[in-house]
């Protein structure tokens, strides 16, 4: 048996990994244990930016792949593969929203930029495996743009508003 990127027991597999991280960094932030802050510290002007952005990752990075899966669903590889990216989103998408309330907001953060990872790969083994039309190439080139984007945007912005400098006792 070949496993895959996008295979049912490495996306099972990665997001036990994930949620397994997920909970030890709410636990450490929640007893002080982490150099992390348990809320965002964004500005209002990065609180707008990323209401942009999260609208942006609506269209881009769920809609535009639900598009995808529905133009592709007579191909079994392409259906699979659109198949394996929704579901690691929306596992993503309910891990950040339970998880934040649950332990501390800015579990997000790292929750998303493991996902964020994570899709890049998923991403790129699709590539090698999808037979699709010079539009829907398009729109999946478009898709791996965004998450490179979104990628850098949670190192650039994201890491730094929850990471705090500690001094070392010198």
């Known amino acids: 048996m070949h496993l895959t990127l996008n295979h049912e027991l490495v996306n099972v597999l990665f997001m036990l990994a994930i949620t397994s991280l997920a909970a030890g960094y709410g636990f450490g932030v929640k007893a002080q244990r982490l150099p992390f802050t348990s809320e965002i510290g964004f500005s209002d002007r990065q609180w707008l930016f990323l209401k942009g952005w999260v609208k942006l990752a609506l269209i881009v990075g769920v809609l535009l792949p639900i598009a995808l899966w529905a133009i592709t669903w007579n ?15 929306a596992v993503q998408l309910i891990s950040e929203r339970v998880f934040s309330q649950w332990f501390v907001p800015s579990v997000v953060v790292p929750i998303g930029l493991y996902y964020t990872a994570f899709r890049l790969w998923q991403l790129l083994d699709g590539f090698t495996q999808l037979s699709l039309s010079p539009l829907a190439w398009i729109g999946f080139v478009g898709v791996v743009l965004f998450w490179i984007a979104n990628l850098v945007m949670l190192m650039a912005i994201a890491i730094p508003a929850i990471y705090k400098r500690q001094e070392l006792p010198g």
Request: hydrophobic letters at 55%; zero cysteines.
């Open 75 to 89: 191909q079994f590889s392409s259906f699979n593969f659109w198949s394996s990216y929704l579901l690691v989103v």
